[in-house]
């Protein structure tokens, strides 16, 4: 009996290790925060309806946006029957000049959900000089009105969901946005980003503002991003990973590929945006060699993320 | 009969016990021991050159045995010219795998000469009693001493000092025995600094401490049976490895068993010996004693196992059969991180060991027939089942997109031989069969820097079962003067694992140049040859030597690494009344078959000459024996085929040793 308790004992005494292991799912999470519940960004209440704006945890941050409207009747809180629901964030600055962002213009009706679907990817979060608006216009029973809402756009603390806007080689403005994963692990990953033009306006504005054309973005059809994810960091010496699979677009109008990370830390995302003809529209190819000391070379179209 | 049970459970618990008064005791007894089949001689830990070693040098005496080297400590064993995943290593039948995924740490390192009281080895698939192999078993046998009529205390102190690297070792071990209880215990410190080359250079980093200790208890419950508890408890701290970039702040290991014989007078089950085990072993490494490094990483590695042992001997006329049931589950973990440059940045993380379960449970059997007086055939096999699961699969995805995380593999081991002595010849030959599973590493691993040939290896979950076929003979002569025996064993080794470079990914280490895979060859071969023999020139002086021999190639025709070229040994003993003096060479022949493909260049020849003296006398009850000796007394600078880098070996060394016992 003393034996087993002698043994027992020094079990104990060295099964506490010296060093403890790493949790490594909970050390991802100190780094990144993973949103999933749609909360209440923004609510007005007008003509007797009270609309309410979703945001992934009620917050519009800079970069990709999924917005939900949501619109009730004030007095008995039941849904409206509404349609054309149109959607347009505009920023100002502080010499009173407007541009807006990436967005879904019409929303999409998800009838069976009870809501109203679009985007909006902020290229800017709030501050002194720069302020968002949303211009809302929607027709309940046969009623069409207009809203202003101004909104607070807060920084994305999540890199994962970093952005870039740049100008082609074909002098356009394009952005891409990073919309999943939210919270990256080591392994293969599922990315998933946006890809959009700002359309230059033809005509003049129409008197009354906001004149949507002056504001219009298109989700860019058919083009492709190629991949080549790197850890910038000097000691990795442009360490990269296999397996990375192309962004192509889907049915879904968004591009998807898979980017493969063999370790946490700062990685960057390199691109090379090409047209539907094959062209180069933006980005650089990185060289292959492995640089032990030196800040990893980087894509002139790429965006770091961490995690 | 009391006496007969007495004598049956003397051999319960180990059967070279102590000193060398009580061997002649013992050997009268021996012929009721455990049906041993199939099975090596066991050896005192003692080399021909020295009396106090380690378990290394101890083992590196043994013909099949060569050794891939770091540094100065922990020498991972290669028998027949295999690495020690190809080997199973296990401490009195237990398995216990090492936390290191850079190999630091093989099992050898966690016991100690005073707490050992032999070492089996057996060659190929003869060698499956433990669990799946292919080059053979290398089991470490605990000391354990024997119940006894009256109350017998024993013990030994050694001490010694070591001059080149300043070695200074300090090791005790006492036991106490009646006839219910028995006890064993042993103590040791070594101590050592960095040694000099042969151009008496000092090698950076090859300093060690190692701290060893072990406790067994055993009691007799029945005439016939008896209940044992051991552990052992090792420390390693501030060990160099100068041919790696990182050194090992600290290892520890815990082993620890508990088990219950019984022994039947009467019947075909002569003994039933069942044993449950756990064992801990965590490892850490430092390289930040290394100023050259340019990222600074912590590398910890852990590794737990639990098992069970249970074998019973049969014995009935001409018939004796071993069977043993093996099972064990190990978790291996190792993780990586690096330090950025900047600090304020994110550190980078990873595990080189993803959380990797393997459980194994396997029934292993030895049958020997004695034909006639003269010869003997001997049959086995095992059938395992071993089962691999990696709890953060998603890392293996990265370079095997898809493969599943949970594995079962089935792995079967045949072997048998004859043996045939006929006046002082002696002949056998046997063959065998059998598979073995990827290791952790070669399946699970995950960027595993290798500094040897500077490659980030990624392991494979899909690799097929590496499948041995093979083949051995020896022939011996025996007269009362004279000895020589002849040994060979071929191996065909199917789907033989290897690392290949990989023309995707780019390393994560910095040291390194690429990245490679485990992936199988289709075969490759190995053939193993020694010759060996012994002269009695006078009645107080006698000669030895060995010859040994090895080729392997994989299914081109290239060369395998590590296969130890042409190599002799060769010794001279005298004795004169309590004087003893001896001398010996060894050395290689230039390695010509080396692999550059592997990192291997071409190793050129060496000889080293050994002398060493001994003066043995009494302390009033105790016996003592002194010795002074020196290795490499020509300084000879060299580094062998298998020292990982090329670092150098010790220069010259003078030893001087003193061992008391009673
Ligand atoms: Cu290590």
Redesign the interface.
């Known amino acids: 009996m003393k ?2 308790l002698f ?1 027992a004992a ?2 104990v005494v ?2 506490s ?3 403890g ?2 949790d ?1 799912e909970a ?1 991802i999470d100190t ?1 990144v925060t993973e949103h999933v519940e749609f909360k209440e960004a923004a609510t007005v209440t007008t003509n007797g309806y009270h609309i309410r704006i979703e945001a992934l945890n009620g917050t519009f941050y800079k970069g990709y946006n999924e917005i939900r409207l949501k619109i009730t009747n004030s007095q008995t809180g039941e849904i409206s029957n509404t349609s054309g629901v149109t959607f347009l964030p505009i920023m100002t600055n502080a010499m009173g000049e407007h541009q807006s962002c990436p967005h879904r213009y019409q929303l999409m009706e998800r009838s069976d959900e009870k809501y109203f679907s679009g985007y909006a990817v902020f290229t800017e979060k709030s501050s002194l000089d720069d302020s968002w608006n949303l211009y809302l216009s929607l027709t309940v029973n046969g009623q069409t009105f207009q809203v202003e809402k101004s909104i607070n756009v807060q920084e994305q603390a999540n890199k994962n969901l970093n952005m870039t806007v740049f100008t082609g080689k074909d002098n356009e403005q394009y952005i891409i946005a990073l919309i999943s994963p939210q919270k990256p ?4 990953n599922e990315l998933l980003a946006g890809i959009y033009r700002y359309q230059k306006p033809i005509d003049n504005p129409s008197g009354v503002f906001p004149d949507p054309t002056q504001f219009s973005y298109t989700e860019v059809n058919g083009y492709m991003l190629q991949l080549d994810p790197r ?1 910038p ?11 990375n699979k192309d962004l192509t677009q889907q049915n879904d109008g968004l591009y998807h590929g898979v980017v ?1 990370y ?5 990685w960057t995302l390199n691109f090379i945006m090409q047209n539907q003809d094959g062209q180069i529209i933006k980005g650089t190819v990185v060289p ?1 060699d ?1 640089t ?2 030196i800040a990893g070379a980087k894509s002139d179209l790429h965006i770091d993320i ?1 995690f | 009969m009391k006496k007969l049970s007495v004598g049956l459970v003397l051999l319960v618990f180990g059967i070279y016990a102590k000193a060398q008064d009580s061997q002649i005791k013992q050997d009268s007894t021996r012929r009721i021991d455990e049906v041993h089949v199939n099975r090596m001689v066991k050896k005192k830990i003692e080399t021909e050159m020295k009396m106090s070693v380690s378990v290394d040098e101890f083992l590196a005496s043994s013909e099949n045995i060569s050794f891939i080297k770091r540094g100065a400590y922990a020498w991972e064993p290669l028998l027949n010219n295999m690495s020690s995943e190809r080997t199973n290593l296990t401490i009195d039948g237990m398995h216990i795998f090492g936390a290191c995924t850079d190999k630091m740490d093989p099992i050898t390192s966690y016991v100690e000469s005073n707490n050992l009281s032999a070492i089996d080895i057996t060659s190929g698939q003869a060698g499956s009693m433990h669990g799946s192999t292919v080059s053979g078993s290398i089991d470490l046998k605990r000391k354990s001493t024997p119940f006894s009529l009256d109350p017998k205390w024993s013990g030994a102190y050694q001490t010694g000092f070591e001059w080149n690297n300043k070695q200074f070792f300090n090791m005790g071990n006492l036991s106490y025995s009646d006839d219910k209880f028995v006890a064993d215990g042993s103590i040791s410190f070594r101590k050592a600094g960095n040694y000099a080359d042969g151009h008496n250079d000092e090698v950076k980093h090859s300093q060690y401490h190692k701290f060893n200790t072990s406790l067994g ?1 055993a ?1 007799k419950t029945s005439p016939l049976s008896a209940l044992r ?1 051991d ?1 052992i ?1 090792d420390m390693a701290k501030d060990v160099g490895f100068p041919a790696l970039p990182m050194d090992l702040w ?1 290892s ?1 290991a ?1 082993i ?1 068993s ?1 088990s219950y014989k019984q022994m039947f007078e009467d019947g075909l089950v002569k003994v039933w010996d069942s044993k449950i085990y ?1 064992n ?1 072993v ?1 490892h ?1 490494m430092d390289d930040t004693t290394r100023p050259e490094n ?2 600074h990483m912590d590398m ?1 590695g ?1 590794s737990t196992t639990y098992g069970l042992v249970s074998k019973i001997n049969l014995k009935k006329d001409d018939y004796a059969s071993e069977i043993q049931l093996n099972a064990y589950e190990n978790v291996s ?1 190792a ?7 900047d600090r304020n ?7 080189s060991w993803p959380w990797v379960t393997t459980r194994y449970v396997g029934l292993s059997m030895n049958n020997a027939w004695e034909i006639s007086d003269k010869s003997q055939v001997n049959v086995g096999g095992a059938l395992g089942l071993n089962y691999n699961h990696a709890k ?1 699969v ?2 293996n ?3 095997h ?1 898809g493969t599943p995380q949970e594995k079962t593999r089935f792995l079967p081991s045949l072997h048998a031989n004859y043996q045939l002595n006929f006046d002082s010849f002696n002949f056998s030959a046997g063959t065998g069969y059998g598979h073995r599973a990827p290791s952790v590493s070669e399946g699970y691993g995950y ?1 595993i820097y290798n500094s040897f040939d500077r490659y980030d290896y990624i392991g494979n979950p899909d690799l097929k079962n590496e499948i041995s076929y093979e083949m051995n003979a020896s022939l011996g002569f025996k007269k009362e003067k004279v000895g020589i025996e002849v040994k060979a064993n071929y191996f065909y080794i199917q789907n033989y694992i290897v690392g290949r470079i ?1 023309n ?5 280490n ?4 690429g990245v490679k895979g485990y992936t199988s060859l289709d075969h490759a071969t190995l053939f193993n040859f020694s010759i060996g023999g012994h002269y009695d020139i006078l009645q107080n002086l006698q000669w030895k030597g060995l010859l040994t021999y090895a080729r392997g190639q994989d299914d081109r025709g290239g060369n395998l690494p590590f296969i130890r070229p042409l190599s002799y040994q060769t010794s001279v003993h005298f004795t004169h009344h309590k004087i003893g003096f001896q001398t010996s060479l060894n050395g290689d022949f230039t390695q010509n078959n080396y692999s550059p493909e592997y990192g291997e260049d071409k190793t050129s020849s060496y000889k080293i000459w050994n002398v060493s003296a001994d003066y043995r006398f009494n302390i009033k009850n105790c016996k003592a024996v002194v010795q002074v000796g020196a290795e490499n007394l020509w300084n000879e600078y060299y580094s062998t085929y298998a020292d990982w880098g090329n670092i150098p070996r010790m220069g010259r060394n003078i030893f001087t040793s003193l061992k008391v016992g009673f």
């Open positions: 034996i087993l043994m020094l079990c060295v099964m290790c010296t060093k292991k790493t490594y050390e780094v692990k080591v392994s293969e850890m960091e000097p000691s990795m010496g442009n360490h990269s990973s296999p397996n493969n063999t370790m946490t830390g700062n292959d492995f032990p000391g961490l | 208890m009691y508890v552990a408890f600290l520890r815990l620890t508990a756990f801990a965590e850490y340019l990222v910890p852990w973990i993780e990586m991180r690096m330090y950025p440059q940045n994110r550190t980078m993380f990873a595990y953060y998603e890392f995805w990265i370079f997109p960027y990989l995707m990914g780019s390393p994560m910095y040291q390194s140049v």
